[in-house]
């Protein structure tokens, strides 16, 4: 009897438990109502009686053995079962949400791609300028109104004047002096101008002015320019019209409008029942512009043109409070989310 205890504990504490299958198994194989322990037990009664105590007090521990190993080996495996719930790998994976880009970079990829497929380059400049190049090369006389303090935010007065530049202008002058002709740029970029905030007016907007300079470059070659922007912008039918106006650093100037996108031009309360809208303001590069950036005005001629971005947005997009670009109010910007 004493060798078949010791047996059957062997037999136990080698018994391999993986699964609560086996586990069941144990269970019925060493502790079940027919189970080896009750057979062993039942069997006590055929030992002498001076060893029924010893045999005993063994199965008993033989019996607390089994209980202890199946009690420990339940713990074990209900825990790593909760483990394997937690991690369930055939769930579908949490979705992450992707940003957007916001909608003036989308506007102003698209004029630079529209712009690079004739052959423009991009050319980035300071925003913090010098007078030279955000006015004086660019043949604003000493007393022009622009220069004025309501305009321009300065950063020093006096002598030698720096400002926040109000257009990107300051960039082609940049250009002009340090390349040869033939010049084909577009410079996009962040300008300043000191108003008060509004739904129409912001002390800070987005520009993308261009420059060709060439030998023999015409008015006609600017207006062709303008008319493939505009039908790439804003589809084929659309259509430009340019009136006179004035900049000091072109001659003739001309402010251009489009086709109204919303009625074709027919008229609506977009374009105040004129059919057109404002988009840009252009003109032949000054012969004392391109003089003063060290380029032969007697050889070359050039035009230029300069646009804002949130005009070109909000057109496309239909926003009507330029405050809403800089607010980042997510509700905005999330309604983006298709643009690339
Ligand atoms: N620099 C002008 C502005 O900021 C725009 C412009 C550029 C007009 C080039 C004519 C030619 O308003």
């Known amino acids: 009897m004493k060798s078949k205890i010791s047996e059957i504990k062997v037999e136990i504490d080698q018994f391999e438990i993986n699964s609560i299958e086996q586990l069941e198994h144990f269970r019925i194989k060493y502790l079940g109502s027919k189970g080896l322990t009750k057979e062993l037990f039942s069997e006590l009664k055929n030992v002498p009686n001076e060893q029924k105590k010893e045999i005993g007090q063994l199965l008993n521990q033989l019996r607390l053995d089994a209980e202890t190993k199946f009690e420990e080996t339940k713990k074990v495996l209900s825990s790593s079962k909760s483990e394997e719930n937690k991690l369930d790998l055939t769930r579908p994976g949490e979705d992450h949400e992707i940003g957007s880009h916001h909608p003036l970079s989308l506007v102003k990829r698209e004029i630079i791609s529209i712009f690079s497929k004739i052959g423009y380059e991009v050319s980035e400049g300071p925003e913090i300028e010098d007078d030279w190049h955000n006015f004086s090369a660019l043949n604003f006389p000493p007393e022009h109104p622009a220069r004025d303090m309501q305009d321009t935010f300065f950063i020093e007065k006096g002598e030698k004047e720096i400002a926040l ?20 740029t ?14 129409r007016a912001h002390c800070f907007f987005h520009q993308v002015e261009g420059l060709y300079i060439d030998k023999g470059v015409s008015f006609a070659d600017l207006k062709q320019t303008l008319l493939y922007f505009a039908q790439e912008m804003f589809g084929e039918k659309a ?7 004035y900049f000091p650093f072109t001659e003739p100037s001309a402010e251009v409008d489009i086709s109204c996108t919303l009625c074709n031009g027919k008229g609506c309360n977009v374009c105040k029942y004129s059919g057109w809208l404002e988009i840009l303001g252009c003109g032949m590069v000054d012969p004392n512009v391109l003089d003063a950036c060290g380029i032969d005005s007697t050889i070359y001629t050039g035009f230029a043109f300069g646009m ?27 309604q983006f989310k298709s643009g690339m």
């Open 308 to 334: 804002g971005v949130e005009r070109i947005a909000q057109l496309k997009y239909r926003v009507t409070d330029l405050r809403l670009y800089s607010e980042n109010d997510i509700r905005f910007l999330k």
């Open 165 to 184: 530049r109000t257009h990107t202008s300051s960039v082609q002058v940049r250009v002009m002096e340090n390349s040869k002709p033939p010049i084909r």
């Open 239 to 245: 259509q430009i019209r340019l009136r006179p106006s």
């Open 186 to 199: 577009i410079s996009p970029g962040r300008v300043y101008r000191n108003e008060a905030i509004s739904a």
